[in-house]
């Protein structure tokens, strides 16, 4: 467990098409919201390519309706978004959820998103260079999950008390809107357990970080630079 009550799953390094993988999961001690952060190591000579992405499960199966993309569309999300919200769109209890893949200031981005829901690729592939370190990180934040008291009748919890099911889910929708804000900057506890400078390709840098200094000026050939 982390100092600040974070709970954090490191996973063994792994040996995976040359590159060592290793996968992160740290569940916020708010009990809203998890990263799963993915590091790749090239410990060869020889830039190496590979597939890689994330396969989510949102518990909501074949009923998963989505409620809302960064780009305003609540449609199934394209590579051009940076989150959507889920919800299974009827009176279960499955929970609604955020679940962010890129931040706008990252600069790898998704090439496609397809197939089941929550699926995310690289379509061409994501290059290593030798002896360097890419990480990625995704996040996923729960808003409200359903319940049933001793009676049967069904509310949402986490949320706010609700009239009825369906007012609890478009309160838990949009909750898990207003959400979304958080993750506008590559900052505060999204950067939980980084080292400032950190770079997360899909997000961007941890703030805090030494800027390299820049390369002092060249004279232009045959003109005099004053020094004094």
Do not use: H
């Not at 449609?75 to 209890?93: K, Q």
């Not at 997360?200 to 840098?205: P, S």
């Amino acid at each position: 467990m982390a100092p600040n009550g974070d709970v954090v799953i490191t996973g063994p390094v792994e040996r995976i098409f040359g590159l060592d993988v290793r996968v992160e999961v740290r569940l916020y001690a708010a009990g809203d919201m998890a990263r799963v952060l993915v590091t790749y190591t090239n410990p060869t000579g020889a830039p190496i390519t590979v597939w890689t992405g994330t396969d989510n499960n949102y518990g909501s199966d074949d009923e998963t309706t989505y409620a809302a993309t960064s780009s305003g569309d609540a449609a199934f999300p394209t590579a051009d978004d940076d989150w959507a919200v889920s919800s299974n769109g009827g009176e279960e209890r499955d929970p609604v959820l955020l679940n962010a893949w890129q931040g706008a200031s990252g600069s790898w981005r998704a090439s496609d998103l397809g197939g089941s829901p929550g699926w995310f690729w690289t379509e061409g592939g994501l290059t290593v260079a030798p002896g360097a370190t890419v990480r990625l990180a995704y996040f996923t934040k729960i808003f409200g999950w359903g319940t049933s008291d001793d009676e049967g009748e069904i509310g949402w919890a986490d949320v706010a008390p609700a009239a009825s099911m369906a007012d609890g889910l478009d309160a838990a929708i949009e909750a898990a809107i207003a959400g979304a804000t958080e993750l506008a900057s590559f900052s505060g506890r999204l950067v939980a357990g980084l080292e400032p400078g950190t770079v997360v390709a899909n997000w961007g840098t941890v703030p805090g970080g030494t800027v390299p200094p820049a390369p002092p000026a060249t004279p232009t050939p045959g003109r005099p630079t004053f020094t004094g």
